[in-house]
């Protein structure tokens, strides 16, 4: 079975802070693949990226940047800069690699105040 | 490209009255599909998902159904709707027969039964 755990429930920020979001997971799958997902308050989920569990190698995209640590079981998400545009429910997810279902964590709500 | 709708994107129904949502995919032939719902402030849930035509499987027992009657729709249903199945309903997708297992979402439906 799998797990993913986001411990922060909410956090609020001041534009132009950094926010980092925590995704702790578990599985006793070898090879799986892990997500996160954005969704705005017009209720759509954003896919943001999926990053294999044998590449380890951080990820960035703009303002938005990704630490893997399988030795510690966790996929944090970071924004930089923020913007109140960034504000928005993260869901962090977890699929084993032949596996048609993605387990979601219970997403933290990110405000970002002008 | 690949689209996904859903409708409606609103609904209003009182305790007891007879269910019917539908999703459709554009762009990508055989996808894998799912429901899920979202109750107010909460995490995401698997209701169903489907890997072909006519292949449903079910995560939660309750009061709904899911059929996909052609490659690309997918309806949710239920006969007699109950207070507790107000809530955000999401319809994704995913590529089939491809290592890689990111969903992708529609805007959404938001039921309120009354």
């Known amino acids: 079975a799998q797990k993913v755990t986001q411990a922060q429930t909410e956090i609020s920020v001041v534009e132009k802070e950094d926010v980092t979001l925590d995704c702790v997971y578990e599985?006793?799958?070898?090879?799986?693949?892990l997500f996160w997902y954005k969704q705005p308050p017009s209720g759509e989920l954003v896919f943001l990226i999926r990053?294999?569990?044998?590449?380890?190698q951080n990820e960035i995209s703009g303002r938005y940047s990704w630490n893997f640590q399988k030795s510690t079981s966790s996929f944090n998400f970071t924004i930089t800069a923020s913007q109140v545009v960034d504000s928005a429910v993260y869901f962090c997810?977890?699929?084993?690699?032949?596996?048609?279902?993605?387990?979601f964590g219970a997403g933290t709500t990110v405000t970002v105040r002008a | 490209s690949q689209t996904i709708h859903q409708w409606p994107a609103t609904l209003v129904q009182p305790v007891g009255s007879p269910l019917s949502l539908e999703c459709t995919v554009e762009?990508?032939?055989?996808?894998?599909l799912y429901w899920y719902r979202q109750a107010a402030g909460r995490g995401l849930q698997l209701l169903f998902y489907?890997?072909?035509?006519?292949?449903i499987s079910s995560e939660v027992p309750q009061n709904l159904s899911a059929s996909r009657p052609q490659d690309r729709q997918f309806i949710l249903s239920s006969k007699k709707l109950l207070l507790s199945d107000s809530g955000f309903y999401l319809c994704?997708?995913?590529?089939?027969?491809?290592?890689?297992?990111?969903?992708?979402f529609g805007p959404g439906t938001r039921l309120t039964v009354t």
């Open positions: 994704a997708w995913r590529i089939s027969g491809r290592r890689r297992g990111e969903q992708y």
């Open positions: 489907s890997v072909g035509i006519g292949q």
């Open positions: 762009g990508t032939s055989n996808p894998n």
């Open positions: 599985t006793r799958d070898t090879t799986y693949y």
């Open positions: 997810a977890l699929s084993p690699l032949n596996d048609y279902k993605l387990s």
């Open positions: 990053r294999n569990s044998f590449d380890e």
